[in-house]
């Protein structure tokens, strides 16, 4: 068995004053991968297999506690999250806001003329499904387009209708 890395004096009160605290799943898991590496002297691929994390997970989490302290254990600046946009969240509101103004005024948007303008915006190509992400992103759901024009639609489907 490996011996865990030793931590500072300041770390190794911190996680004892950490303890008794009430954490979200989560990150009691991350305080448990550096607890008992330090506590119960168990080496990653142990934590690992009790915790059901793999031993790269446990090892990074060790290593942000040591780097960060506490902040490694909440989960402040973890994995997950949009880390590759064209646009912020901002820019992409003032984007939609053009075509919101356009609805208002009577005016029919399609994905199509939608993923044409962002595309001119960015300057890239981008698949369709870029397009309907941000819609949700912005709550706008689903845009819905028409199949079939009533010019194209046979006599007794438009009758019918």
């Excluded at 996680?15 to 605290?21: A, C, K, M």
Aim: a positive charge; one cysteine or more.
């Amino acid at each position: 068995m490996e011996s865990p890395e030793s931590l500072s004096r300041d770390l190794i009160e911190e996680l004892e004053r950490l303890v008794g605290e009430r954490w979200r799943l989560e990150a009691f898991k991350r305080f448990q991968c550096v607890w008992l590496s330090q506590a119960l002297h168990l080496d990653p691929k142990d934590i690992a297999e009790a915790l059901r994390l793999s031993v790269g997970t446990v090892r990074r989490i060790q290593a942000a506690y040591r780097r960060d302290g506490r902040l490694a254990i909440e989960g402040h600046g973890n994995r997950g999250g949009r880390r590759h946009d064209y646009l912020t969240f901002k820019e992409e509101s003032a984007f939609l806001a053009s075509f919101a103004r356009q609805l208002k005024n009577g005016r029919i948007h399609t994905i199509s003329s939608i993923k044409l303008a962002y595309e001119a915006r960015v300057g890239k190509k981008v698949n369709k499904t870029t397009i309907y992400r941000l819609l949700e992103r912005h709550g706008w759901g689903n845009v819905a387009t028409r199949i079939h024009r009533p010019a194209q639609l046979p006599e007794p489907a438009r009758n019918a209708g």
